[in-house]
């Protein structure tokens, strides 16, 4: 019997708790670094959430359980007034820049560290790691105990600024070691941000018609450097350990090599691009291997960097004021190059989009000679302040088409009027239009407009319209590059011999498209409708519009007043439809698919809809359910009469979510419209 029962209970009660807290946060811990670092999640996101929810509720109700390395702790930081100053226990230092891009470049260097090293000539080849330079900025990570303190910007080298409200954002940047309780390990390496980031990042601008972001560099920086950490977190950034700052009480490795195993050991990213080789020939089979691949990497690379393996060798040669003789940055190409815009001309994209296209003297920019880049639409243009002869800067990285990004600081000889866009579809000739709100400016030629013709077809051929099974981009391309295809109806008037001449498309190829084309004769009215690629006409208000009218013939003489009585049209779609079938053009393209042979069953679902039991009824869908596909689901839902949309609204009857589920699930609950699992689903629909 203890003497103070209470007294003992609450601190087991505490221990438990303190045991739970630490539990979480060594779950949390594994999982982020299954998901940020190695890109292999376990569980579901719902799963850690949950996990996520549950410690952060254990530490809102017992504070003292709340540690530096939560999880918990990555965010909600206050922003700052100023980034504080932070000097560098060890300064970080630059590396030389071997500018000679040949395989020159590492041959001068490997001849160097001999020299240096005072090798005879038939001594043994040096061994190197190598590995790439990442194009991002540096960063020193300071973990005590394993527990980051601190985050600093390089700076001058000698001073950096404090980051580390900042750098707890990055997902990828542990906020614990595994395995290591050494009083100090500082961490060097380079915070970046993915190019499909990048890309999505200014997309996003582009649509609210913001100022767009240079380059991936150039906002991982600026992100970096924010003073308030919220602001960070939605800048997407990523990190790779390259090296060390100050040491205390861990045994560095003998090699580089061994290093960056026992970085990635610890949890920290360390780029898996990298090698250890015996002379410089390794260096440049390296260099070159990576060149070939450069375009493929998901981040901007500018270089790569040899480093001498063995770290008594290194040290042995020591540094030349602030830059090590044991590494060298060998460099690639520049993803970024000035040179004089000659003039803008204007490109129909397959949406019809007009897109501005600068016509560049020729330049070699990331690799090749650029002589066309995008500008993107005319807001984003004149945001640039970009005019026909300026010096612009243009960038090519990746895959991702050349653009210009800027124009050289200077001032212009001559006046140069800002670039208008055309009234005139410079293909097809019909009017150009901006849509209230929209940026884009898009030809209104429809499918009588050539640039469009490719997008019309993979549209109709696909797999929730006309269903063509391999009637791809591939195929599209040479079928109306090759004016074998001019118009809809012409897919259906192509034979065997125009096909079977076709490049990559043999006997057998060509005879199955034919089938399936002939297959794809037999559909619905609604799949006909959606394949016709009115715009603004989905899936839904096809079915809707064919429910509806029943007949082909009574939808092509409605007015848009008739058009105003089915359900879930508004003007705007009643607009279209109108303007759709009012095109003569159109009306010829539909009557000749008909002669085709295109045939749909009579009133479809008009009548049977009236005595389904979902008659009526308005689902929407999100997340992943267990075992339905989203097409499934839709299907049963569809079968039983009810109606699938794309998004909540107070109409809505049931909103169906599954894992994953996202604003949909919310704007539900906060309308109180009934949610759904899938069981609950199959229950109502007796499927
Ligand atoms: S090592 C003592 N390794 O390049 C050597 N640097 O001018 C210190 N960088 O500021 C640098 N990738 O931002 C090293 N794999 C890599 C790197 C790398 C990029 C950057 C770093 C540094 C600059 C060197």
Not at 121 to 134: R, T
Not at 226 to 243: E, H, K, N, S, V
Not at 421 to 429: F, I, L, N, Q, T
Request: proline letters at 5%; a neutral charge.
């Amino acid at each position: 019997m203890p003497l103070f029962p209470e007294a003992t209970d609450a601190a087991a009660d505490a221990a438990g708790l303190a045991a739970k807290a630490s539990g979480l946060r060594e779950q949390l811990q594994h999982h982020a670094h299954l998901y940020y670092v190695l890109d292999a999640p376990e569980i579901p996101d719902v799963e850690y959430d949950r996990l996520f929810t549950e410690l952060r509720e254990l530490e809102g109700a017992h504070p003292e359980l709340r540690t530096p390395d939560s999880p918990t702790q990555r965010v909600g930081a206050a922003a700052a007034s100023e980034l504080a100053s932070v000097r560098h226990a060890v300064p970080m230092l630059s590396v030389y820049t071997e500018t000679d891009t040949s395989p020159a470049g590492a041959m001068a260097f490997d001849a160097r560290v001999r020299r240096e090293l005072g090798l005879a000539d038939d001594a043994p080849p040096v061994q190197y790691a190598a590995e790439l330079k990442f194009d991002g900025l540096a960063v020193n990570l300071r973990y005590e105990r394993g527990v980051l303190v601190q985050a600093a910007t390089r700076g001058d080298g000698e001073t950096g600024e404090e980051v580390t409200a900042n750098i707890r954002t990055v997902g990828q940047v542990p906020l614990r070691l595994r395995g290591v309780e050494a009083p100090v390990l500082e961490v060097r390496g380079e915070v970046y941000m993915r190019r499909d980031a990048f890309e999505a990042l200014n997309e996003r601008q582009r649509q609210r018609g913001d100022k767009t972001f240079v380059n991936p560099r150039n906002t991982a920086a600026g992100a970096l450097r924010q003073l308030d950490p919220a602001i960070t977190a939605q800048r997407p950034l990523c990190f790779f350990a390259y090296g060390l700052g100050e040491v205390q009480g861990w045994d560095v490795p003998a090699t580089h090599a061994a290093l960056l195993d026992a970085l990635a050991d610890m949890g920290l990213p360390v780029c898996a691009d990298r090698t250890v080789v015996d002379g410089p020939q390794g260096l440049v089979a390296f260099h070159q291997g990576i060149a070939a691949r450069r375009d493929a990497l998901p981040f901007d690379i500018d270089g790569i960097v040899y480093k001498v393996n063995r770290r008594d060798l290194q040290q042995q040669l020591g540094f030349k004021t602030r830059e090590p003789r044991w590494a060298v940055a060998h460099k690639y190409p520049a993803q970024e190059q000035v040179t004089r815009l000659k003039t803008i001309d204007i490109q129909v994209g397959r949406t019809g989009k007009l897109t501005p296209v600068a016509k560049l003297e020729p330049v070699f920019v990331g690799g090749t000679t650029v002589s066309n880049a995008t500008l993107h639409n005319a807001f984003e243009l004149r945001r640039k302040g970009v005019r026909v002869g300026d010096q612009v800067i243009v960038r090519r990285a990746g895959d991702v088409i050349p653009e210009v990004v800027g124009r050289m600081p200077g001032v212009r000889a001559h006046y140069v009027p800002n670039f208008a866009m055309p009234k005139a579809c410079p293909v097809c000739g019909s009017a150009v239009e901006r849509d209230k709100g929209n940026l884009e400016h898009r030809c209104t030629g429809g499918l009588v407009c050539a640039a469009q013709r490719k997008q019309a077809l993979l549209h109709f051929a696909g797999r929730r319209a006309m269903d063509v099974e391999g009637l791809g981009d591939k195929l599209v391309d040479q079928l109306v590059d090759g004016h074998l295809v001019r118009t809809l109806p012409d897919l259906y008037r192509l034979g065997f011999v125009h096909l079977a001449a076709l490049e990559r498309m043999g006997d057998k190829s060509a005879h199955k498209l034919l089938a399936n084309l002939e297959a794809s004769k037999q559909t619905t009215l609604g799949r006909f409708l959606f394949s016709l690629g009115i715009r603004h006409v989905g899936e839904t208000t096809a079915k809707d519009l064919a429910k509806h009218f029943g007949h082909l013939e009574a939808l092509m003489s409605a007015d848009e007043a008739a058009l105003l009585q089915v359900p879930d049209v508004g003007p705007v779609v009643a607009h279209s439809v109108h303007g759709f079938f009012a095109n003569p053009l159109n009306r010829e393209a539909v009557e000749q698919l008909r002669a085709a042979g295109i045939v749909w069953p009579e009133h479809e679902g008009a009548a049977a809809a009236v005595e389904l039991p979902q008659a009526g009824k308005t689902f929407v869908l999100t997340g992943t359910l267990p075992t339905l596909t989203r097409d499934a689901a839709a299907a049963l839902i569809e079968a039983a009469g009810g109606k699938v949309a794309g998004s909540v609204s107070k109409k809505t009857h049931y909103v169906v979510a599954g894992e994953a589920a996202g604003s949909k699930l919310d704007k539900a609950v906060e309308l109180g419209i009934t949610v759904l699992d899938e069981a609950a689903l199959r229950a109502l629909l007796g499927a």
